[in-house]
């Protein structure tokens, strides 16, 4: 026997013995990693829940607290025999619309006398008649803003959740003239529950861990859920663990509790989320690494024991080019390719081995895609969040500023408009940004091609030095699109078209109509510099912009 051949004989049993043993350790090892990861996502995805229901009911409590500051309200019920109940109803009721949404909204003077309200209470006209409502009343006659957990109707047997702010006098601020009593609809929290996942099984649950909330297609669960017996992690509001069986007795579960933390003055009514996922569902992904690595290792175990001692030293050379492939991987380069001219296994692994780094450059791609995303979501989501609060508070001053400073000269006025328009365009940008990240179902209709983007040029501003060519026939059939979304297409590439021709040029819009198929094409054609074939290769890669000022979402 050549020496080669027992180099390659020891080397293939040394391979056998070791190499699963490395497989599993490396495994047990992934698998760790892994499972506490997609536990810290399940932690994750149940605080952003619970911040979502925390947020609602805070933008809720400050609503209800703006309104009972309104000046025209506190005259109103400080002074009843003004006539200026006619348009505070109106007033009232344009609150109404763009706040809660509420179940009701009354203004109650000090002894607790119904004045007025776009959505009573009920047919009395009195608070006592309303004992659960009397309970915020009286709080807030005491001047504390009060909330209250949920509350089930006796009538319509319909949750909500009842916030009441106090009325101040207008000379005297810490006297109580009247109190707000609003009724919030649990259908805002109602939405955030059926938003969760769909494989994974929530509860919103009370202080006294009394069922309060779940998503409106899950099963009806008990009553009442016991805390989780000896969690994985017990640490302030977290609590997590594996239990044998769920709230509905389906198998074992990974259970994520969390307790309700409030948001500023809103300090949360005590509630505690329960999210439940199936083991087999969320861990689905570990058995996949079982069961890929162990096919792995048997067919690399497999090929190296037959190459060993079948071939001996004369695979020595082909080898040398895959560790030059290995090593031209490591320094980062994917465009390597490895050649082995004779016609065997190694052949093989050569073509394997090229059509993995194929494969392993298209997932880096797909994955920093995919972070971009991520991270484009994230910022999205907390700067809407965050930027939309301050912007609703000084769309109330202006809206404050222009009721009480009806007779305010004509520059006062004008910068008052200048400030709404400028928080209205603000507010559009944020919403823009989160519509970027969100995908929302098309709404079809029928309009006219023509029509919208003539209306789409109306709303951009061509420079003089750009020409506008329409070859649109008048003839074009109706389209059955979402128009707010074609619009906003629409909108983007000429936008982009026309910064592109900052020296002026010609901007060509045409459509054609292909009967065979039943659509319509639509080119947009500018006269500007062009794009490099780079730029092109990254045209719809999101955050991708070559402005200096772009945020690299029109396209995306």
């Not at 119904?114 to 409502?133: Q, R, V, W």
């Not at 109706?478 to 619009?487: E, F, G, H, T, Y």
Request: aromatic share 6%; proline share 6%; charged share 20%.
């Amino acid at each position: 026997m050549r020496f080669a051949t027992k180099i390659g004989l020891s080397t293939a049993a040394a391979a056998l013995i070791i190499g699963p043993l490395l497989g599993a350790a490396l495994f047990l090892k992934v698998s760790s990693l892994l499972q506490e990861y997609i536990t810290q996502d399940q932690v994750q995805s149940a605080s952003s829940v619970m911040r979502e229901i925390d947020t609602a009911l805070y933008r809720a409590y400050l609503d209800v607290t703006m309104i009972a500051a309104d000046e025209l309200l506190r005259e109103a019920v400080e002074h009843p025999q003004n006539p200026v109940e006619e348009r505070l109803e109106e007033e009232l009721e344009e609150r109404v619309q763009v706040t809660g949404p509420w179940n009701a909204l009354m203004v109650f003077d000090q002894t607790g006398r119904a004045l007025f309200g776009p959505k009573p209470l009920g047919s009395a006209n009195h608070i006592t008649a309303y004992p659960a409502n009397k309970i915020g009343f009286d709080h807030a006659m005491k001047g504390k803003v009060y909330y209250s957990g949920q509350i089930i109707c006796p009538q319509t047997h319909e949750p909500f959740v009842i916030f009441a702010a106090p009325v101040y006098a207008g000379k005297k601020k810490d006297k109580v003239v009247g109190v707000v009593v609003a009724q919030y609809t649990w259908s805002a929290v109602q939405n955030i529950l059926d938003y969760v996942d769909p494989s994974a099984r929530v509860h919103l649950l009370n202080h006294e861990r009394d069922v309060i909330g779940r998503r409106s297609n899950d099963a009806h669960p008990p009553l009442r859920i016991p805390p989780l017996v000896q969690p994985d992690l017990q640490n302030g509001r977290v609590a997590y663990g594996i239990t044998p069986s769920s709230s509905h007795d389906e198998g074992k579960v990974l259970a994520v509790e969390l307790r309700q933390s409030g948001m500023k003055e809103y300090l949360g009514s005590g509630w505690i989320l329960l999210m439940e996922q199936p083991l087999d569902i969320i861990f689905a992904p570990i058995s996949e690494i079982a069961r890929n690595m162990a096919l792995i290792v048997f067919i690399i175990l497999l090929l190296q024991a037959a190459m060993l001692v079948v071939l001996g030293r004369f695979f020595l050379r082909p080898l040398g080019e895959l560790v030059n492939g290995v090593r031209q991987v490591e320094q980062g380069s994917f465009d390597h390719k490895v050649i082995v001219r004779s016609k065997d296994e190694f052949r093989e692994l050569a073509d394997i081995f090229n059509a993995m780094i194929d494969k392993l450059r298209d997932a880096q791609v797909e994955l920093v895609r995919r972070e971009k995303l991520a991270v484009l979501g994230q910022v999205a989501g907390s700067v809407g969040h965050e930027l939309r609060n301050p912007l609703g508070v000084m769309s109330n001053a202006v809206y404050f500023l222009q009721t009480v400073l009806p007779d305010a000269d004509e520059t006062t006025r004008e910068y008052l408009n200048i400030i709404r328009d400028e928080i209205a365009i603000s507010d559009r940008i944020v919403s823009e940004l989160l519509d970027s990240v969100r995908s929302k179902p098309p709404h079809p209709e029928a309009v006219g091609m023509r029509d919208m983007i003539e209306q789409t040029l109306r709303q951009l501003t061509i420079p003089d030095s750009v020409s506008v060519s329409l070859d649109i026939p008048e003839a074009l059939p109706p389209l059955r699109v979402d128009a707010m979304q074609i619009s906003q297409v629409f909108r983007n590439l000429i936008g982009n078209g026309l910064e592109a021709m900052p020296g002026g040029g010609v901007l060509n819009i045409r459509a054609v109509e292909n009967r065979p198929d039943g659509t319509v094409t639509v080119s947009i054609r500018d006269s500007g510099s062009g794009m490099t074939p780079e730029q092109q290769s990254k045209l719809f890669e999101p955050l991708f912009t070559t402005k200096a000022r772009g945020t690299g979402l029109g396209l995306s």
